[in-house]
């Protein structure tokens, strides 16, 4: 059983940061790539970031770019998204997604497992 926990979201201004974890459960997490994911209201889910299996290369949305950095801490099962100078479009629920497969790459995030989600508001 596979369990993902977002933790980290809340309400910050415009400009701040807000640092994002993602807490795994299970066996084999550090064989796995792992992205973060968001959705607005009203809007379908998109990518925000990944990061592969083994940590050394990462892929991030073009409205991302300079601003967020994803990683990962393979010996505490734990993913993080660091997100500075936040802009109000960047309000959603973010979730963190595990790929289905072993030894993943950055493209093969957004099947497998995803957790609860977490609020992201950033007001203006």
């Known amino acids: 059983q596979v369990q993902l926990i977002e933790s980290g979201g809340g309400l910050v201004q415009a400009g701040g940061s807000l640092r994002l974890s993602c807490g795994a459960s299970g066996r084999s997490y550090s064989s796995y790539a792992m992205g973060w994911f968001r959705q607005a209201p009203g809007k379908e889910r998109e990518f925000v970031a990944a990061?592969?299996?083994?940590?050394?290369?990462?892929a991030y949305a073009d409205f991302v770019k300079g601003r967020f950095t994803i990683s990962r801490d393979n010996a505490k099962n734990t993913m993080y998204l660091q997100m500075n100078s936040l802009k109000p479009e960047d309000t959603a629920v973010y979730y963190c997604n595990r790929a289905a497969s072993h030894f993943s790459e950055t493209r093969d995030v957004g099947n497998g497992y995803w957790g609860q989600g977490t609020q992201v508001t950033v007001s203006s």
């Open positions: 990061i592969n299996w083994s940590g050394d290369n990462t």
